[in-house]
């Protein structure tokens, strides 16, 4: 299982790397949106696989040791919040941009500097 | 976009939708649910009415008002942080608690609920803000 | 320690008063003048508390230190906040006079309040996470600033500021990961204590360089640097003045702050990886700028080989180096506003940032000449400014320590800084008008420009001239800097909640 979450995330990682070296804007976005999926997945497993119970969810106090760490999940839960408004901000952007240029080529733009 | 069917469900839809969002603030005050989602299905609702009747005439709702939600969110999750200080031996964010009881039916209010109401403002805020500058036409 | 929250809560009201007083350019412009003139009265008070106790803690929420999220303000963090507060004043009063209706009524003096939050947030916190929020806040600031108006130009630059600038913020979180799936603790202090005490893994040594590649991102270093003279030139001035102030100077901050506490005991590894890096820095900045004519490139590009200097003190980790490179960090705070504003009221003036439309400036307004010409000397190095002094501690630290290669380095830069200052001077002020140069505009230049462009200028002499008074504070700064179990102390056995 770890294998496969560890994979997981290197192909998140690769994709993204992929797409952040496209010409196309639109592309370089869906790219950033990549490389933060991937480290929320690797942020959320530093907490450990484990198939343990979620902590104090019904008021007991039950051996620590059964217990899966919170921490992780309340720092997921921020870096997803910070996430989705630079993504908003990013689709802004990209939507301003088209409209001012006319394309979402990259590439386009260094040959008509000025 | 703009037809019949899409209009009257989305005029219908947007009060529930609201009580539904404040509903799902409030349930995250102890289960799953909170400020986040809820602000997102109420800026949802406004993007909704959008949809179907366009920016300009969702503009004129009196709920549309996004970055004076985000202004009086910010002002409430303030607020919360310094209620610490206010009340009891606290310090500066600390959580205040207190439970009301009336009729067998108690009600426990705190400064985190306060600081979750700023949330649930700044993010439906911050939603109806990016999502109406991005369905404006002309800009 | 209450007071330790005033840098953040002010800014924070500000933000909520100026959202409510949108409308009212007037309001915004008095409120935000008030809110920094409070800024600097708290950073000064903290600095005066620091006499003390030297380190004062705070525990927010009352939590204790390891669990909760602690604000810490020891004499490196303080002089960096009174530095921020001190040019926030001119570069608002500036703005007002500078910057058109249209993007003032757009948010300005928000997220000039919003940037300023994050800058302030970043210096005192003690957490890493929390530092990653107040880098977020202080990026999402900026993104909107320059993107703001969105002209065509901005939005160009703004991509790749915004591609870097995410990419650097993933490898933060990513690095912040790997720390906590090793050491169990996000508190700088317990982190440094975990690792003194049980020596470093593999990798959490990873998790290191990914903070280092991701503030040397954030800082601009080489081979990073590349988003910074293609995004600061875009947007108005005054706003590239305040990025050039603050943005990449926390990155450098981070950077001192997490070499002090996390990897100096790895000197061997990590001192010539810094030297490399600082050398190339300089080196790079300083001959891309040599290569420009716009004013803006040339100074963005000073703003690249100036961080070199910085990492460079870093790399020395002595007591003179340290200082020097804090002192350096001031300076360049100071000069680099003051010589962007100066460029600013060229432009005005003159109708054009290219060194080749320009000239005639001494003939026309030898004030303007005279406003620039301050930064310039100070950037450059020459005595009594203080750009010669930051550089003299630097290359004595590097003596001092037998660095030669860095120290000649840092030397031949400077002179290669001089000759890129003498150009802009001989092409702007000295040569006779160009004939093909854009009619000066006659519109009356606002007062409040000219007196928030003296400001700094004067802020910028008077750092140089009162350097031996000033000094204490700095080398205090860097032996605390040294000795990162003071810091750790500090945080660690502060355990009773903040209660004033």
Redesign the interface.
């Known amino acids: 299982m770890n294998l496969i979450i560890a994979v997981l995330i290197g192909l998140l990682y690769a994709t993204g790397a992929y797409l952040l070296l496209r010409r196309s804007i639109v592309k370089l976005v869906l790219g950033i949106l990549f490389l933060s999926y991937a480290t929320n997945l690797l942020l959320f497993f530093t907490g450990g696989l484990s198939l343990m119970s979620p902590a104090f969810d019904d008021g007991s106090y039950p051996d620590l040791s059964q217990l899966s760490d919170p921490l992780p999940q309340a720092l997921i839960l921020t870096a997803i919040v910070i996430g989705f408004g630079l993504a908003a901000f990013s689709m802004v952007l990209i939507y301003r941009f088209f409209k001012e240029t006319g394309t979402v080529d990259l590439d386009e733009l260094s040959d008509n500097k000025k | 976009m703009e037809t019949e069917i899409l209009k009257i469900a989305a005029k219908h839809l947007k009060p529930f939708l609201l009580i539904l969002s404040l509903f799902v603030f409030y349930r995250g005050h102890n289960e799953p649910g909170g400020g986040?989602i809820g602000g997102l299905m109420a800026g949802m609702a406004l993007v909704l009415y959008a949809g179907a009747f366009g920016v300009e005439e969702a503009k004129k709702l009196r709920l549309a008002k996004p970055?004076?939600f985000?202004?009086l969110g910010?002002?409430l999750a303030?607020i919360s942080s310094?209620l610490?200080?206010l009340v009891g031996?606290?310090?500066?964010?600390?959580?205040v608690w207190n439970q009301w009881q009336f009729a067998g039916f108690s009600l426990k209010l705190g400064s985190p609920l306060l600081f979750d109401l700023g949330v649930y403002f700044v993010v439906a805020g911050?939603?109806v803000k990016?999502i109406f500058?991005?369905m404006e036409e002309d800009? | 320690m209450m007071i330790l929250f005033l840098p953040i809560l002010i800014p924070l009201l500000t933000i909520i008063l100026l959202l409510i007083v949108r409308k009212k350019l007037a309001y915004q412009h008095i409120l935000s003048v008030l809110s920094v003139v409070a800024q600097l009265i708290v950073a000064l008070s903290i600095f005066n508390k620091l006499g003390e106790s030297t380190i004062l803690v705070a525990q927010a929420g009352g939590w204790p230190a390891p669990f909760g999220i602690s604000f810490l303000a020891d004499y490196t963090a303080t002089i960096l906040l009174i530095a921020v507060a001190l040019l926030a004043l001119p570069i608002v009063i500036y703005s007002i006079g500078f910057i058109d209706k249209v993007r003032q009524q757009g948010g300005l003096f928000v997220l000039y309040q919003g940037l300023i939050l994050g800058v302030n947030g970043a210096f005192l916190t003690a957490d890493i996470f929390n530092l990653y929020v107040w880098f977020e806040v202080m990026l999402i600031s900026s993104f909107v600033l320059i993107t703001l108006g969105a002209a065509k130009q901005q939005l160009r630059g703004s991509v790749k500021y915004l591609v870097m600038n995410l990419l650097g913020s993933s490898l933060f979180v990513a690095a912040i990961g790997l720390t906590y799936s090793q050491l169990g603790t996000l508190n700088m202090a317990d982190i440094a204590d975990k690792i003194m005490k049980q020596g470093s893994t593999p990798l959490l040594n990873s998790a290191i360089m990914l903070f280092f590649i991701a503030f040397g991102i954030k800082a601009a270093v080489f081979p990073f640097f590349f988003w910074l003279p293609a995004s600061y030139p875009t947007p108005p001035i005054a706003i590239t003045a305040f990025f050039g102030a603050t943005l990449t100077k926390v990155g450098v901050y981070v950077m001192l702050r997490f070499y002090s506490l996390f990897a100096n005991m790895d000197e061997a590894f990590w001192q010539p990886i810094i030297f490399i890096v600082a050398g190339l820095t300089m080196l790079f900045g300083v001959l891309m700028a040599a290569s420009s004519y716009d004013i803006r490139k040339i100074l963005s590009f000073h703003i690249i080989s100036q961080i070199g200097y910085m990492l460079m003190g870093i790399g020395l980790f002595s007591l003179i180096g340290l200082a020097g490179a804090l002192f350096f960090i001031v300076h360049n705070m100071f000069s680099k506003t003051a010589a962007f504003m100066a460029a600013g009221l060229i432009k005005r003036f003159k109708g054009s940032y290219d060194l080749n439309m320009l000239g005639g400036l001494y003939k026309s307004k030898p004030i303007l000449a005279f406003l620039f010409l301050i930064p310039a000397l100070s950037l450059a190095g020459i005595p009594p400014t203080s750009g010669f002094f930051g550089k003299l501690f630097l290359v004595m630290g590097g003596f001092q320590s037998g660095e030669w290669l860095i120290t000649i380095v840092a030397i031949v830069v400077s002179i290669l800084t001089l000759f890129s200052m003498i150009k802009i001077w001989n092409e702007a002020v000295w040569k006779p008008a160009e004939e093909k140069a854009v009619e000066p505009s006659n519109q009356k230049l606002n007062p409040l420009i000219i007196a928030a462009s003296f400001a700094m200028t004067v802020f910028t002499l008077f750092l140089g001239l009162t350097v031996f008074w000033t000094f204490d504070s700095f080398t205090e700064a860097a032996a605390q800097l040294l000795n990162p179990q003071l810091y750790i102390d500090a945080v660690l056995n502060n355990n009773r909640p903040a209660l004033n």
């Open positions: 986040f970055l004076f985000i202004g910010f002002g303030l310094l610490g200080l031996q606290g310090g500066f964010m600390t959580a911050m939603l990016v500058s991005v800009v």
